[in-house]
Every structure is written in C-alpha cells, then in structure tokens.
C-alpha cells in the first residue's frame, strides 16, 4: 500500500523537476481526452506542440499570445510569493483594455505619439483600481481576496459588453455591440515586418528582466517571500501584511491593466465583448509552472502560448472542439497542483499487517 508520508523538508530535486512532471502528466491525460474525442492522441500533440515550431508566422504568434500570459504572471507572482491571492486578473484585464481604450476613441481625430502613453497609463489605472477593490476589504474588513476578486471578473465582464452596447458602441456598426476600430495612432507600432508582433513584447521582456531583479536583489522580493514563507518572522521583521497586501493586489493589477491595453492596442485594435480570452486566468498556471520565478515564468508563458496557437490549428486540422483545448490547459493546472504535493510528501510501500 502506498501512504504519503511528510518530508523533513521540501525536496529541492522535486520542485526543480514539478513543472517538467507536470508537463509531462498532462500530455498523458491530454491524449486520453482526445482519445476519448475520437482523435488521434499523437496527431493531437504534433498539431499542438510541434508544428506552431515548424511555421514561421506561427512562432511570431506565440510572441503575441505569450505578452498577455507573461505580463500579467509577472505581476501576480509576487502576491502569490507573499500569500495574496489575485485569482482576479481577468476582470483586470478587462478594465485596462476598456479604459485604454475609451482613451483611443475618445481622441480618435486627434493623432499623436502622446495618445498611446496616455492609454497606458489609462490601463494601468485601471487595473490598479480594480486590484484595489479586494485589497481594500481585505485588508479593511478581512474579505477574501479570492472570492472578491473572483467575482469582480464577471462585473468587469458586464461592464464591457455595456459599455461596447452603448456609450462605447461605432455609430456606423449597424447596432453590433463593437467599438470602432481603433486609428493608427492608438495602435501599438509593429516590431516585426509581416507578422503582428508589436511593441507590447519587448516591453514585456524588460518587464521580465526587471521582475527579476526585483525578486533578487529589491528589498520588495525579499519582504514578499518572507511573508509568504514565515509570516511571524515577517511581522518580526517590521513588514506590514496589510501594507505589502495592497502592494501586491496593486501590482499584479497594474500589470494586467497593462496587458490589456497590449491587447486591445495590438491585436483586437478595437473593443468588442469577445476581448476577454481567458489571459487573466491562464496566468496563474503559467506563474506557477514557473515556480513564480520571472525567467521560469518567461519559459512557462512560452508553453502556454503553444496551447492557444497549437489548439487553434487543432480546431481546423483535426477538428477538436475549443472547450477540449480549453480542458487541455486547465488540465495543467490540476497537474501541477498534484505533482506539487511530492515536494512536501513522499510515497512509501507499506505493507499491510496480517
């Protein structure tokens, strides 16, 4: 019989090998579910994983796709580091797009390099001051963070759609509940010729690098791993957990404000109510399958990217449905969790006493 026994301490050789154990399991039940489909389980992993590789235009795709995944894990891992749980990033997201983009139309006959500082900013406002909302009554009236800003992604998702249906709505749509297209001037400038990669991912990989300078030199990454690992030595120590909870709330927000004017500047290049795509949520399989590390998190934005290119040629070529795909990456997220216990546990045989 086997029984999960605790460790003395974690296994530092199981946290180094979790994200690739991981990987690994759920390509496992991965084929089991498009078996179960019907499909060829290999022809599914091929489609998905290795010819996004193979193609040109698709390897520029995951350069776009993994912005989003990367910016806003950046952000979240520091909480997560600290124990502040942002599960919210989606309706962050959301509001940074919708904000930088009321921006856009609102100067939409007055070009300018001026206007996309501005949405930035807007964005970043903007998921700052919905991250804000759970900090507040966390730290005011000890709400769950979790469950706040949970339920503040389905709000934001509403206020979208009110608002591309009303004051946000082309005049000369026809009655859709879409913005306008975006001008040139509100349009993130491509950095890549023929492809849509835009200014969005070097911004993004500067991010990284600075994240982890943060992490490992700042006395901000210092303080938000002591909170999480020991929160008495922290208080101790003189951090403030009510401090360093809205910090984190506000950070991991601004950050996903900002990946949604990347978003809705660079790829959508308008507003509609199919923006939100699940970036928000994604992001807390990718900060955790790379163990809240920037560069591990960089590695793991670039996997994740592969599931959404690779799914999307999987939906055309094979005909798998996208809620497979969408099973396919939450099944990731359960595997990881699994294949984490074994940094804390071990499995030992026992034998049962006759």
């Known amino acids: 019989m086997l029984r999960l026994e605790p460790r003395p301490e974690p296994s530092r050789a199981m946290q180094a090998l979790t994200p690739l154990a991981a990987v690994l399991l759920t390509l496992l039940l991965g084929g089991l579910l498009f078996a179960a489909l019907g499909k060829d389980p290999v022809a599914a992993m091929r489609v998905i994983f290795v010819d996004p590789l193979l193609d040109g235009y698709s390897r520029t795709e995951l350069l776009v796709k993994g912005t989003p995944l990367v910016l806003i894990a950046l952000g979240l891992s520091f909480g997560f580091r600290a124990g502040v749980w942002n599960i919210g990033a989606e309706g962050q997201f959301i509001m940074g797009a919708l904000a930088a983009g009321a921006v856009a139309l609102a100067f939409h006959d007055v070009p300018g390099l001026w206007l996309l500082p501005l949405m930035a900013l807007a964005g970043i406002l903007a998921g700052l001051g919905w991250a804000l909302i759970p900090a507040i009554l966390k730290t005011r009236f000890n709400a769950s963070e979790i469950l706040v800003s949970l339920m503040l992604v389905y709000v934001a998702e509403q206020f979208l759609i009110a608002m591309v249906s009303g004051p946000l709505r082309d005049p000369q749509g026809f009655n859709f509940p879409l913005s306008r297209n975006f001008h040139d001037s509100a349009l993130l400038p491509l950095v890549l010729e023929g492809s849509r990669v835009h200014l969005g991912v070097p911004v993004t990989l500067i991010a990284v690098a600075l994240a982890a300078f943060v992490s490992r030199r700042h ?136």
């Open 219 to 354: 006395l901000f990454g210092f303080r938000s791993r002591l909170l999480g690992e020991a929160p008495r030595a922290a208080a101790f120590a003189g951090v403030e957990a009510g401090r360093m909870t809205v910090i984190c709330l506000a950070l991991s927000g601004a950050a996903a404000g900002l990946a949604g004017m990347f978003e809705a500047a660079g790829p959508a290049g308008q507003l509609a109510p199919s923006l939100p795509v699940g970036y928000g949520f994604t992001a807390i399989i990718v900060a955790f399958l790379g163990r809240l590390d920037p560069l591990g998190i960089l590695l793991a934005g670039a996997v994740m990217a592969l599931t959404y290119v690779g799914g999307e040629q999987a939906q055309y070529v094979l005909g798998i449905p996208a809620a497979a795909n969408e099973t396919f990456r939450g099944m990731l997220l359960f595997a990881l969790l699994a294949v984490n216990l074994l940094v804390h546990y071990r499995l030992r045989l026992v034998r049962r006493a006759r």
